[in-house]
């Protein structure tokens, strides 16, 4: 356990101090080193290699070296956006997520650390709250209702607004399902959490964190608040309402998107989902409009796909449904994808009530995400949502 923590805390400290050595975040470097000192402890001294580990091993395997092959044999005749050199970051990236998610399969089996990871996270996401406050009060506080998208702070250093916005919906779910709100000051920090949520204005962070309340409800009926907690919760609201950030942000960044639209250089739907619908179009372009298909049934492989913005080249789809597709292929991406959404909204029961309520509605916001967000290659999620991953696959009816 003690080794567990100091890794995770390493990971975690990094993603709060993280800054680019060169063209590389610290957050990354560290990851490596703490999947190094996990791997250690696992194999060595805790645990024996599995036939599940030695089963999803293979498959990695077979999906980077396919997926190189055919990138370098095929590199002609599908017109790569990465002809001189191979994309090695993206490839990088895929095999820390292999690490993570090996490494989950091989702590997480013992419940003990399953809570102490989402205690860590919990106490660090708060931390990352204070930050992302710190750097950007003056910014958060003087917005401009008419230059609400210009005039918004961006969080680079844990990766923007929606991965902030993924870690605060993780704690606000931890609070009310594991955590509890018996005691006055989480009520504290549950207010504080979901004010920072509403000042990083992600409306995919608000919104998936809403649908998976409201489902959590529907399942298991978990939330049975009394009417002191009711009545407090009421004048919470209230007073929220009259401060200028929550009234600006709320009817234009969140209710406006959908109701509020009257530019008329760009599209709706182009608004309402940040311009990833271009290149979601984009990407029907490249993998359809095609002369050849051979990529339907291999994919162009990882680290193919290009999007040229005014900063520099972008290597996401930002929907995972769809970055699947294009790099595996349709059989192989489908499958995949299918496969990872399952478990993730219909994982088995467990014999923990609290836990199976919380991963029931971090199973709904991740689903949802990741139709909108390319949230594996994420440099800062991959330790987290790789860990958090392994638990939909580790899930037993007992």
Same mark, same amino acid.
Request: hydrophobic fraction near 50%; proline fraction near 1%; glycine fraction near 6%.
């Given at each position: 356990?003690? %080794? ?44 024996? %290699?599995?036939?599940?580990? +030695?089963?999803?091993? $293979? ?8 997926? $190189? ?8 005749? @599908? ?6 050199? %191979?994309?090695?970051? /993206? ?13 989950? @399969? ?15 996270? !919990?106490?660090?996401? /708060? ?17 401009? %209702? &008419?230059? /609400? ?16 916005? !993924? ?5 606000? $779910? ?9 005691? &006055? ?11 920072? $949520? ?21 399942? +298991?009926?978990?939330? &049975? ?25 709320? /009817?234009?960044? #969140? ?12 599209? +709706? ?35 193919? +796909? ?40 219909? #994982?088995? &029961? ?49």
């Amino acid at each position: 356990m003690q %080794i567990f923590n100091i890794a995770n805390i390493l990971i975690f400290t990094s993603i709060l101090l993280n800054y680019k050595i060169g063209e590389i975040y610290l957050s990354y470097m560290v990851a490596y080193f703490s999947a190094g000192l996990l791997l250690i402890n696992g194999f060595i001294v805790n645990t024996k %290699i599995t036939s599940k580990i +030695y089963i999803y091993s $293979l498959f990695f395997l077979h999906i980077i070296f396919t997926s $190189l092959i055919i990138k370098v044999w095929y590199s002609d005749g @599908l017109e790569f956006y990465f002809q001189e050199t %191979i994309n090695w970051a /993206i490839y990088s990236k895929a095999f820390l997520i292999f690490l993570f998610f090996i490494l989950g @399969l091989l702590y997480f089996r013992n419940q003990l650390f399953i809570f102490n990871y989402l205690n860590l996270l !919990y106490v660090f996401t /708060i931390l990352f709250c204070l930050r992302f406050w710190l750097e950007g009060m003056t910014i958060i506080t003087s917005t401009d %209702i &008419k230059n /609400i998208d210009s005039l918004r702070y961006y969080p680079a250093w844990i990766g923007g607004w929606n991965t902030i916005s !993924y870690f605060i919906s993780i704690s606000i $779910l931890y609070i009310l399902t594991i955590k509890g709100l018996q005691k &006055k000051n989480t009520w504290f920090v549950l207010g504080f959490l979901m004010l920072t $949520l509403i000042a990083t204005q992600s409306r995919g962070g608000l919104y998936f964190l809403i649908i998976s309340l409201v489902g959590l409800q529907i399942r +298991y009926r978990f939330f &049975k608040i009394s009417a002191k907690y009711f009545l407090i919760s009421l004048i919470c609201i209230i007073c929220l309402s009259f401060l200028p950030i929550f009234k600006d942000i709320i /009817i234009e960044r #969140f209710w406006g998107a959908f109701f509020g639209f009257d530019r008329t250089d760009i599209s +709706y739907m182009q608004f309402a989902t940040s311009g990833r619908t271009v290149q979601w179009l984009d990407f029907y372009v490249k993998f359809f409009l095609q002369d050849n298909t051979f990529q339907y049934y291999t994919g162009y492989g990882l680290g193919h +796909y290009g999007w040229q913005n005014k900063y520099a080249i972008e290597t996401s789809v930002h929907n995972t449904l769809l970055q699947f597709i294009y790099d595996f292929g349709l059989p192989l991406g489908l499958s995949i994808f299918l496969c990872l959404s399952w478990k993730l909204i219909f #994982f088995k &029961k467990t014999v923990n009530y609290k836990l199976n309520a919380f991963f029931s509605g971090l199973g709904m916001i991740t689903f949802l995400t990741l139709l909108v967000q390319d949230l594996f290659f994420i440099t800062q999620l991959i330790p987290v949502v790789s860990m958090l991953m392994t638990n939909f696959f580790q899930q037993k009816l007992k």
